[in-house]
């Protein structure tokens, strides 16, 4: 009885390789006629791609903020895009080049950090890796050492951590947390070097930590969950403190006046004059609820009595100091506060 080609074919041992082989050749045909070049089968390369950005040489929001909050801005949009762009591309790596940054400063930080734990959140089917570069300059290696920066990036080995017995590193968190509140109020006190009171500090952490929950606004244009990020350093005889929200901004969630709006229409309205406005304690409470809107003024009031010296708000467009204040061009998503405690050596120092 004469055997079919058929039967030949089924029957044959290496018909199960001859079958993969020709399954991935049909494969590699339908990959060609859709992109209209040619496809590495199962090659790595062809799901993952590289994006670099260089920041610049002062990486500060508060030193350098347009240039700085610029590159930031250059990110976000791209990882706007990843997340919604349909491709083949699984995994994502961006990459931070910092060789050429010579000064770095905490908020840059904590913002990158924000846009970092962020791209992870809502990313559904992609991966975005993140790849820092150390700078080569040394004490802005040193600071990024220190900061506790790194700690947030499991996978980054390239970049040591050192402890710092002067800073107090960054810590994040989304709701009011007493136990951090109490751990930067003794951080003050142990490096003031005496019985310092640090009953203004407790309430200015409980108003900017409690800011986070209360203006849970679900408004389509927010960028990041809310959280918040602080981070302290003692220099010489000051403590620095820096503390950042990351919602939706100070301009764009107070009431605003009918003149107000239409200058907002206009592009001409001055934002740090509407900061300065809700510091001073004027009605700008967006619920129209006369118990709130006494955040603000309960954060300026210990710059006021003298208890923390130069206080700096960073809002969306405005950038709002004890010496000036301006509009900037380029847009912060969220509100960075800065301010400085002096650490007096006195033995009847009292406040």
């Known amino acids: ?25 049909k494969l590699r045909n339908r990959l060609h006629r859709v992109h209209g070049k040619k496809q590495a ?21 508060r030193k350098n903020p347009e240039a700085t909050i610029k590159f930031f801005n250059n990110i976000l949009e791209k990882v706007k895009k990843i997340n919604i762009m349909h491709t083949e591309i ?17 908020d840059a930080l904590m913002y990158l950090l924000t846009i970092a734990k962020n791209s992870r959140l809502r990313a559904k089917k992609k991966t975005i890796l993140w790849r820092i570069n150390s700078p080569t300059d040394k004490k802005a290696k040193e600071y990024l050492q220190n900061s506790g920066f790194i700690i947030f990036f499991e996978q980054h080995q390239s970049i040591d951590t050192i402890e710092c017995v002067d800073n107090m590193n960054i810590t994040h968190g989304t709701n009011v947390d007493t136990e951090v509140m109490k751990k930067v109020c003794d951080f003050v006190k142990e490096k003031s070097n005496e019985s310092v009171s640090t009953k203004f500090l407790y309430k200015m952490l409980t108003e900017l930590m409690s800011n986070t929950t209360q203006h849970a606004y679900t408004n389509s244009n927010i960028t990041f969950f809310h959280s918040w990020y602080i981070f302290l350093e003692k220099h010489e005889n000051i403590m620095r403190v820096t503390f950042m929200d990351n919602g939706l901004g100070i301009p764009n969630t107070i009431r605003k006046k009918n003149t107000e709006k239409i200058l907002k229409i206009c592009g001409i309205m001055s934002e740090h004059k509407l900061v300065f406005s809700a510091l001073k304690g004027e009605f700008r409470s967006e619920t129209k609820n006369k118990n709130r809107g006494k955040g603000l003024p309960e954060i300026y009031e210990p710059s006021l009595n003298g208890n923390i010296k130069d206080l700096t708000i960073i809002s ?20 960075m506060f800065y301010w400085k405690i002096e650490c007096m050596k006195g033995e009847n120092n009292e406040n």
């Not at 090659?43 to 920041?55: A, L, Q």
């Open 41 to 61: 089968f199962h090659s790595k390369e062809r799901f993952k791609k590289i994006e670099s950005f260089s920041p610049p040489t002062i990486l500060s929001v």
């Open 316 to 335: 969306n467009k405005a950038f709002y100091s004890e010496k000036n204040g301006q509009d900037l061009k380029n847009s912060l998503n969220g509100t």
């Open 90 to 106: 699984q995994t994502y790596v961006i990459h931070i080049e910092m060789q050429c940054v010579m000064e770095i400063t905490e």
């Open 1 to 25: 009885m004469q055997i079919g080609v058929l039967d030949i074919r089924i029957n044959n041992p290496l018909r199960k390789e001859w079958k993969k082989r020709n399954d991935r050749k």
